[in-house]
């Protein structure tokens, strides 16, 4: 069976197949060009499959997840988005209205008619074409709302050349027709992870439920409230398909120090957990840049947890964090003890240690590459030699059965029919995985007031806070964030201030993780001595130079960063602008509001 990220076929008959046969438009209104039928592609099963591995380019390479929370709301990093800054983002530098791969795959579906394949077969490879063109379609959605919905390929005298955008409940529909139709007939099995299977398809359909289905009940504008129900028990029903008959399992090997870390590290994708990956192989010089993007003072995004996410994960008992006593004050050697293990396989902290040529060698948090001191190790490997350039060797989840079982819960909570039973066999198993020992086989009964007052003042369901919750910390960095941020409508998150650890003092070296050796000194005023081996971080309001520095601590004495440079939620922001050029081509296209 054809392996999408591990072979050669992807590099070479792919693309002189698609040669012969696909001439794509970039863009939904430019004129395409008319494309011949070959019958050696449509006329055989294996023609067949390898037009179809031209669709798996549609997935995100593992360097587009590394990536993919880059904006968020719980980490801090080099520069604001422009996108979230006032004044400094416009339909001129919107991108994405981009349709070649539409094409190509619309292509398929229509020629893929042949009798002289058998019926099943040919509709196999129709229900991984509209996978893949739900795929195509949710993306645009969720980044501009109502966009044209395209079922075929355009002549250049198609009247729908220069059509306008067809309603959200119009795409949605079809996406989950698609779907349906996807999840009925593609019969892939796959032990590597890089093929979509009928599990793929119902795991995918949970995502685009749940997300459509809270969009609508929280973003009341539109007013579809009344249909958020029924994607809801879609959402429901689709995870549960996976979790009944899927033959997925949380993965607990490694033990509670070591099982969810794994899921990101290990070279072959664990096929316990993992649905889909991208996937590496040393072989064929399949790499990716993960240690290089974080784990690098000039490349990337240096993205760095800020302290009001990091509060969110729990004791190791169960209990809120924020109900200890003086845990604002706590220094960070101190708290982040005792927490949830997903923390000590997330960041930097305690005993962590990393490859450094032939030895293991401590690392707490270096403050050349974080900003708050929470420095992210969760998609990294712990060799210090893979930290520039393309070098890593781990396949990167794409999907895993954790969030299935997240969608699960949510969407049962939204539904006001989340049960204990359900609730031990999602939030419990995956806080068991993480080493929580408090009660994890029944529902919450009392709202956490730390998270309604920093993140969700409109939820007053212990259950559905406590999901949230899960799913953030679960799913962090997996890229899931920003489009979690969108659904619940809750964009003012993005304004939180990026907050950093506790200082206890200034002028005053920190060993960060208690192996006797100092590692970090905050100043105002540079030090007449300074110890060897620390790093030492101005807090000034100026540097030397008279210019602002970024690196600041407020009133509770967290480091901050960048609070000179506003940032303001506009409701605008729930959906990027048309590209301007675009519209000119195609004024029918309209504009989102508030652009």
């Not at 995918?204 to 809801?232: D, N």
């Not at 990337?300 to 845990?327: E, K, M, Q, W």
């Not at 000590?344 to 948090?365: F, S, W």
């Amino acid at each position: 069976m054809f392996s999408l990220k591990s072979t050669f076929i992807r590099q070479s008959v792919i693309l002189l197949l698609l040669s012969l046969v696909i001439v794509s438009c970039k863009k939904l209104d430019q004129v395409p060009q008319d494309t011949a039928l070959n019958p050696a592609v449509f006329g055989s099963v294996d023609g067949l499959q390898l037009y179809a591995n031209s669709f798996y380019d549609n997935l995100p390479d593992a360097g587009a997840v590394v990536r993919a929370d880059a904006m968020s709301d719980y980490a801090a990093r080099t520069s604001v988005p422009d996108f979230l800054r006032p004044g400094a983002y416009s339909s001129r530098q919107s991108t994405g209205w981009d349709w070649t791969a539409l094409r190509n795959i619309n292509y398929f579906i229509e020629n893929n008619v042949s009798p002289k394949v058998q019926l099943a077969k040919r509709q196999h490879f129709m229900g991984l074409a509209r996978f893949f063109r739900a795929w195509f379609y949710f993306d645009k959605l969720k980044r501009f709302g109502d966009v044209p919905w395209i079922n075929k390929t355009m002549k250049i005298d198609d009247p729908d050349l220069y059509k306008g955008r067809d309603s959200r409940t119009l795409v949605v529909d079809s996406i989950l027709a698609d779907l349906d139709f996807a999840s009925k007939n593609i019969t892939t099995t796959d032990n590597t992870r890089s093929l979509i299977t009928k599990y793929t398809a119902y795991a995918f359909k949970s995502r685009v439920c749940l997300f459509e289905g809270t969009f609508r009940r929280y973003h009341t504008e539109y007013s579809l409230q009344s249909t958020a129900e029924a994607l809801l028990t879609q959402a429901a029903e689709a995870a549960q398909q996976v979790m009944n008959n899927g033959g997925f399992s949380l993965n607990t090997a490694g033990g509670t120090d070591k099982a969810y870390r794994q899921l990101f590290t290990s070279q072959t994708p664990v096929a316990t957990e993992v649905i889909l990956a991208a996937v590496v192989d040393p072989t064929l010089g399949i790499f990716n840049d993960a240690n290089w993007y974080w784990t690098s003072a000039t490349y990337g995004d240096r993205l760095s947890f800020i302290r009001t996410f990091v509060n969110t994960y729990l004791n190791i008992d169960g209990t809120p964090f924020t109900d200890n006593a003086g845990y604002r004050t706590l220094p960070f050697a101190q708290e982040v003890k005792g927490r949830d293990k997903r923390l000590q396989q997330t960041i930097r902290m305690g005993n962590y240690t990393r490859l450094n040529g032939a030895t293991q060698q401590a690392a707490p948090p270096v403050f050349s590459y974080t900003y708050t001191g929470y420095q992210p190790i969760k998609l990294t490997q712990d060799d210090a030699s893979m930290d520039g350039g393309s070098r890593n060797t781990n396949s990167i989840p794409i999907m895993r059965y954790a969030e299935v079982l997240l969608n699960y819960a949510e969407a049962k909570a939204e539904l006001n029919t989340l049960t204990d039973a359900d609730w031990n066999i999602t939030i419990g198993a995956l806080r068991r995985r993480a080493g929580i020992t408090g009660n994890t086989a029944t529902k919450p009964v009392v709202a956490d007031q730390y998270l309604k007052t920093n993140y969700f003042p409109a939820i007053s369901d212990a259950s559905l806070l406590e999901i949230r919750r899960e799913r953030g910390i679960e799913l962090a960095f997996e890229g899931f964030r920003f489009s979690d941020i969108i659904r619940w409508k809750r964009g003012e998150l993005m304004d939180q201030t990026w907050n950093g650890f506790y200082v206890p003092a200034l002028n005053v070296p920190i060993d960060l993780n208690e192996d006797g050796v100092l590692d970090v000194c905050f100043y105002t005023t540079p030090p007449a001595t300074q110890v060897a081996g620390v790093t030492y971080v101005s807090v000034a309001d100026n540097l030397s130079n008279g210019t602002v520095n970024p690196q600041r601590l407020n009133n509770a004495n967290e480091l901050t960063w960048l609070t000179t440079v506003q940032r303001k939620w506009d409701d605008k922001y729930y959906l990027y602008p048309i590209p301007e050029t675009d519209r000119l081509q195609n004024p029918k296209l309209g504009q989102n509001p508030g652009w």
